[in-house]
């Protein structure tokens, strides 16, 4: 199993572009989520999904749209980047049959200038 | 509103010495407990999970226990090893509400040779 991927590993975006950030896992997961990073945070939900075609919202939503059409994939959406967006950007993936361990992918460096 | 904290924020220690690090919440409604180890630009590990009827699990030179009562879990590591610095983080899964994860903002660990 390859487990939780993430796409890309760095990206520097301009203010007011938009992009994708890609997550896939391997597990059949039904449960994925995507976490932003920084310094002195920790870690906060921004989406997260309990299966193919359900999300909601997370602690920090704003800014960024969700969407699961496959139990494998759950990609993040930047709708108009700005400066506070550039952060690590994490996704993970959990069973409810292993008690909701998350296993968590590597990270995506997201800089806004 | 669920909040993790965790104390120390910062630990230097020398080598093989035993270390006790500590989460508490401020809600005991937990499905489960989760710790996790990051490196420095890294991903997160999952170490321990903890299911909220249990009162402990163990892992090599790891121990996790859970109070839920208090509101605390500490993460006991023996006979530390310079292998073992890293950020080491608490999760709490929520029950209910698509079982969220809120985490703490991490324990940095320094074992000196």
């Known amino acids: 199993n390859a487990g939780v991927t993430q796409t890309p590993k760095f990206q520097v975006l301009k203010t007011g572009q938009s992009m994708t950030l890609q997550c896939a896992q391997d597990?059949?997961?039904?449960?994925m989520s995507w976490y932003r990073q920084d310094p002195g945070m920790g870690l906060r939900l921004i989406h997260y999904?309990?299966?193919?075609?359900?999300?909601d919202q997370g602690e920090v939503p704003n800014g960024y749209n969700v969407s699961r059409s496959t139990t494998e994939d759950f990609p993040l959406r930047l709708l108009s980047a700005a400066p506070s967006q550039t952060s690590v950007y994490f996704c993970?993936?959990?069973?409810?049959?292993?008690?909701?361990?998350?296993?968590f992918g590597p990270g995506t460096r997201l800089t806004v200038t | 509103k669920q909040e993790v904290t965790q104390i120390p924020a910062a630990l230097s220690v020398p080598e093989g010495e035993n270390l006790v690090l500590n989460c508490s919440f401020t809600?005991?409604?937990?499905?489960?407990l989760q710790w996790f180890r990051q490196d420095p630009g890294k991903g997160l590990t999952s170490l321990l999970l903890?299911?909220?009827?249990?009162r402990e699990q163990t892992s090599g030179r790891l121990n996790a226990s859970l109070d839920k009562s208090s509101g605390r879990s500490t993460l006991y590591i023996a006979a530390s090893q310079p292998g073992d610095s890293a950020t080491y983080l608490c999760?709490?899964?929520?029950?209910?509400?698509?079982?969220?994860?809120?985490f703490g903002a991490g324990t940095r660990l320094f074992v000196k040779a």
């Open positions: 993970a993936s959990s069973y409810r049959d292993r008690g909701y361990e998350q296993y």
């Open positions: 597990m059949n997961h039904e449960y």
């Open positions: 999904s309990v299966g193919a075609g359900i999300t």
């Open positions: 809600d005991s409604a937990i499905y489960n």
């Open positions: 903890i299911q909220s009827s249990q």
């Open positions: 999760a709490v899964i929520l029950r209910g509400g698509g079982f969220k994860t809120i």
